[in-house]
Structures are given as C-alpha cells and as structure tokens.
C-alpha cells in the first residue's frame, strides 16, 4: 500500500520581498527529511494576510516582527484571539529585547534575525511536526 502524502501548506508574512525570498530559500522543499514536502504562499499586506488566513488552512504562519506598517506580532496576537484552531506562528525578531513582545504575541516559537536557514528549517520543522501530530 502505497502512502499518501499531504502538502504542508506554510504562509508567510512581510512587507520586505527579500525576507519572504530568504524563508523560502531556507525551507525549501522540505525543512526536514521527515516530513512531507511544504508550499510557500507569500504575503506583503496585512489585508492580503488575513484573506488567505481566512480562506486557506496553514499548517504554519511565519511573520516578520518588523514588517510595516502592520507588525507581525500585532497580527499574530489578533488573529491566536480571533482565529478557531489557529495555526502555529513562527516570529522572526530583530532585537533580543523583542522576546517578550513575541511571547506577547502568542507565537509557539521566536528565531532572531539575520536568519539562519538551519535554525529557521529546524523551528519551523519542530512546529510542524507538533501540528500534523495533533491532526492525525
């Protein structure tokens, strides 16, 4: 019998083109062996992000602490408030002082910007795994 896989269906959310183009790199086809491959939608508006937060299920949400002129932290918070069964966010800070800020958030996981491609795969992988686990 042959298993099926599932696309990981993962958004990501900044108003910089080469930071969404950074997350995409680091992720690639797949953040880890183990799991299945990923699909990347990239976002730069915060009316754009809450249209396909709406209409789309996201195994992972990946936002842009300094994304202008709305946070992704700010949109993190509001929409683990708002959202039934919301995904899991990954915030990227670019100030180690910004930890609280992204706890305030309720984002399951912070990594620190400059990326690094083998820390974000892995949180991101970690993140993952956690989801299809509880949806199985």
């Known amino acids: 019998m042959q298993e099926t896989t599932k696309t990981l269906e993962i958004l990501v959310y900044s108003h910089d083109s080469a930071f969404r183009r950074d997350v995409s790199a680091a992720l690639g086809k797949r953040p ?18 809450w249209q396909r937060l709406e209409k789309q299920k996201y195994d992972l949400v990946i936002v842009d602490a300094d994304a202008n002129p709305a946070g992704g932290l700010g949109l993190a918070r509001q929409a683990k408030d708002e959202i039934f069964n919301c ?5 990227v800070i670019a100030r180690a002082q910004d930890a609280w800020l992204a706890t305030w958030s309720k984002a399951e996981a912070v990594v620190p910007k400059p990326l690094d491609p083998f820390v974000l795969a892995e949180t991101a992988a970690t993140l993952l795994r956690h989801r299809t686990s509880i949806s199985q």
């Open 32 to 49: 880890a062996a183990d799991l299945d491959e990923v699909s990347i939608q990239d976002v730069a508006t915060a009316p754009m992000f």
């Open 87 to 91: 995904p899991p966010f990954l915030a």
